[in-house]
């Protein structure tokens, strides 16, 4: 998913942006950049907003009831 693509979807600003994909600021704003001085995202990119994008929708998409559940509850602790 492109940044556009992502930006059109989401309310989000281009500092939310550089941190859901851990680039600096100047990075995302080079990617929306015309000309000599664009960046284009690379792949991996691309791929973290398409996942992000694919969570968030799945948990605005989660029923209120198991939301609500979910919150009650205290976290799990994962071993790794």
Not at 1 to 19: G, I, N, Q, Y
Not at 39 to 63: G, M, V
């Amino acid at each position: 998913m492109t940044p556009e693509e992502f930006l059109s979807l989401w309310d989000v600003s281009r500092e939310e942006l550089a941190k859901l994909c851990g680039k600096s600021l100047s990075t995302v704003n080079h990617w929306f950049s015309r000309g000599v001085h664009r960046i284009e995202p690379s792949e991996d990119d691309q791929r973290r907003l398409a996942e992000i994008h694919a969570f968030w929708t799945q948990f605005e998409n989660e029923p209120k009831h198991l939301r609500e559940i979910f919150e009650a509850k205290p976290r799990r602790r994962y071993q790794k």
